[in-house]
């Protein structure tokens, strides 16, 4: 009796996270400041720790004394109340990880070619140095520094026929915070521009220390693509001076799409490409002008309806950082986005919207687990 009401318990505590932090991801989708979303947090790891402390104490060994050979039937209505909701954090759990694998074999299929670059042992030494989260770089297993490099090709039935094979390098998410040093940063991108591609776009999350200004020029600012380099900025840069980093990234010849939309004429036809900082900066771009393709860069994917309603073919998205964290059959816990963890990362058909969120390339945790940093050079094609 006491194995089987501490598995059953135990079932509960479960629940009771995945319900917490099933709130706590889509509390972060929304535009509320870093003070407020740490508060919350901080409320969230008191929970998770003091919820199954109260539970052992008032129903394990006062109360209905489960842990002492105590009878379920002796629950308060309090406490069956608790333990309803808790098991339906259990079966939410359950069927989102069915779900997961269900995904897993109908995925959209992409013709992908990876290749894995490990920086640090290329260097010799870890990247970083000591700063904010660097104790974690240290942790066991950590990937933090084992760069995935992809390959994707993408068709579409409306491409111009003259883009066959157009390439795009979607770049996401690289938090400059001083821990990870710009030596990391360098070398990736030495090795991910030996390629050209004909776009670049970044997806936001630059700037985590506004003192690290300086690493633009040497690091995103030596490279461009043929046709042209865009750029939008994401919420963790909106937490900094977003004025400053405009301006600094402007400066090196990057364009800036931030709310706005900006037409090219490839090979005679036209390509608009709009930048979506929503809900944290500015508004949706108009994409209403003709276009024979529209490209849009959204910080989140939380923007794919609009995007689909709009009749946008190619979304680049970041943020979500695939979890970085992602556990064996569930996959990611943590995703701060209205949709929890259904766009961590990855390809997604919404007609008529293909939709590719990027792992990125670091954080403001230097952590991964089963998640590696991922930069993408996406290649288009005309559906035969």
Avoid at 82 to 103: D, E, K
Wanted: overall charge neutral; hydrophobic content about 40%; aromatic content about 12%.
């Amino acid at each position: 009796m006491f194995w089987t009401n501490l598995s059953l318990l135990t079932l509960f505590f479960v629940g009771n996270a995945v319900l917490w932090i099933a709130f706590v991801n889509r509390l972060h989708s929304l535009a509320w400041s870093p003070r407020t979303l740490k508060f919350i947090r901080h409320f969230h790891d008191a929970v998770l720790v003091l919820f199954p402390l109260a539970v052992i104490w008032f129903a394990g060994l006062h109360g209905p004394r489960l842990l002492s050979g105590g009878s379920w039937s002796k629950l308060s209505h309090f406490w069956t109340v608790v333990f309803t909701i808790c098991a339906a954090g259990c079966l939410w759990l359950c069927l989102r990880s069915l779900f997961r694998l269900w995904h897993r074999f109908h995925e959209l299929p992409v013709e992908h070619s990876k290749h894995i670059y490990n920086i640090a042992a290329e260097l010799g030494h870890l990247p970083a140095r000591p700063g904010p989260y660097s104790s974690l770089v240290h942790i066991p297993w950590n990937q933090q520094f084992q760069l995935e490099f992809n390959e994707k090709h993408f068709y579409f039935p409306s491409l111009p026929a003259n883009w066959e094979e157009m390439s795009i390098l979607h770049l996401s998410d690289f938090h400059y915070l001083g821990t990870i040093t710009q030596e990391y940063y360098s070398r990736v991108l030495e090795k991910v521009t030996r390629q050209p591609a004909d776009l670049i776009c970044f997806t936001g999350d630059l700037i985590d220390n506004l003192e690290l200004l300086s690493w633009i020029p040497a690091t995103l600012g030596q490279y461009h693509g043929t046709l042209g380099s865009y750029f939008i900025l994401g919420n963790h840069d909106w937490y900094q001076d977003s004025q400053q980093i405009r301006q600094a990234l402007s400066g090196c010849g990057w364009t800036d799409v931030g709310s706005r939309s900006e037409s090219l004429i490839v090979h005679g036809a036209r390509l608009l490409t709009g930048g979506d900082e929503t809900p944290w900066m500015g508004q949706h771009p108009d994409l209403s002008e003709p276009a024979d393709f529209r490209l849009l860069l959204s910080h989140t994917p939380d923007n794919i309806r609009w995007a689909c309603h709009q009749g946008v073919q190619l979304m680049l998205s970041g943020h979500n950082h695939g979890g970085q964290v992602q556990l064996p059959m569930i996959g990611p816990v943590y995703s701060p986005s209205r949709y929890g963890c259904r766009f961590a990362s990855g390809t997604f058909q919404l007609h008529p919207t293909l939709l590719h969120v990027s792992r990125g390339l670091a954080g403001q945790h230097p952590l991964r687990w089963n998640c590696r940093p991922e930069i993408t050079r996406i290649v288009l094609h005309r559906t035969p």
